[in-house]
């Protein structure tokens, strides 16, 4: 019988220190010199007993601009990205609207697009090339159509898109007046990554984080950039109005401020331990990678074929092993039931903790669901 997400979190938290952490695609390659000092010295100079800024911090947000490249637009900071994604729903959506999404998907942002009444239409994308097209997103605008979410690259599945599908889903966007959430959390992992903002900047909201290419979830800081008339739409639904962490935008600052000088490594340790991954995968019978390889720093296997359920399998690797996976159900109305997200961007003795527990944990599932009932 597996174990409720809450409880396997609370196990995890307990064991922090024995566990590899394989399962929310944070980042740990980032170097901690990187912002240790920074923090260091905004401790000692008690930065935390006042407020910060509430813009944000000036030089901060003029990194995430100069990061982007994206001529006309505005930076918004708020507490991680997910608070930028609900103000954007609540902000923009009204009941009765609707969404072009997917199905895998980041389903924290269906969650937000339905509490104020509107609907995701999601197209199911478990399916090579295992991402939208523009063609089905064209087939799938109707009358109530008010958005489309594009996740790029794509949280379950790793997969990204080619930049002239970017420029043809931005064009429909533009042309059906329609706006266009581009959630680009990973694209630092994603080699010729695209903007939409490029082809589409009025209908556009790209939304930034530093918690995966800076390794700075814990800190919870990320935000918005878009045209100053639509973003001014979003931000009058800001209950942040004293400003958001003043640590968390120290770290951010310093770590956006070398991020040439350090991501390059942590993009090529994370590609060398996709690659191990696949390795593992592939000597294990009845599992597989839809999308590989990965152009973020998470895919998932498919284990339709072992009759072993994902729960399990995070459950028994998580508590036997010390290794925490992501059963897909909460990624995945419709196929969650089929697949595992593992994260890879870990020293490369948290891999090969992976590469040493899959094999027997999925021995040890498969010799127990055959085993007979005891009388």
Known sequence: MSTPASDAFRYAHAHRAEIAWLSQNTNHLVPPEVVRGALDEAVRERLYEGYPLASGDPELLDLVVRDFRLPGVEPFVSSGG??????????????????????????????????????????????????????????????????????????????????EEVRAIAEIAHDHRLLLLNDVTYRDFSEGHTLAAEFAPEETLTLWSVSKNCGLAGLRLGGLLARPELLQKVVRYNTNDLGVNVLAQVAARAALRTKPSWIGGVVRQTRANCERIRSVVAGVEGTSLPVYPSRANMMVFDVRETGVAPEAIQDEMLRRHGVFVRAGNYLSPKHGAQFVRVSFSNPPGDIERFARALPEAMRTLRARAVAPAPR
Not at 88 to 97: E, I, P, S, T, V
Not at 98 to 103: K, P, Q, T
Not at 138 to 163: F, H, K, V, W
């Open 82 to 163: 997910t608070e930028s994604l609900y103000m954007a729903m609540r902000a923009l959506l009204g009941a009765g609207d609707e969404v072009i999404a997917s199905d895998p998907s980041y389903l924290i942002i269906h969650k937000f697009i339905e509490l104020g009444g509107a609907r995701t239409v999601n197209l199911d994308i478990y399916t090579p090339p295992y991402r939208l097209t523009a063609e089905r997103i064209a087939e799938a605008i109707g009358p109530r159509t008010r958005m489309i979410l594009l996740i790029d690259p794509l949280n379950p599945l790793g997969s990204g898109y080619p930049r």
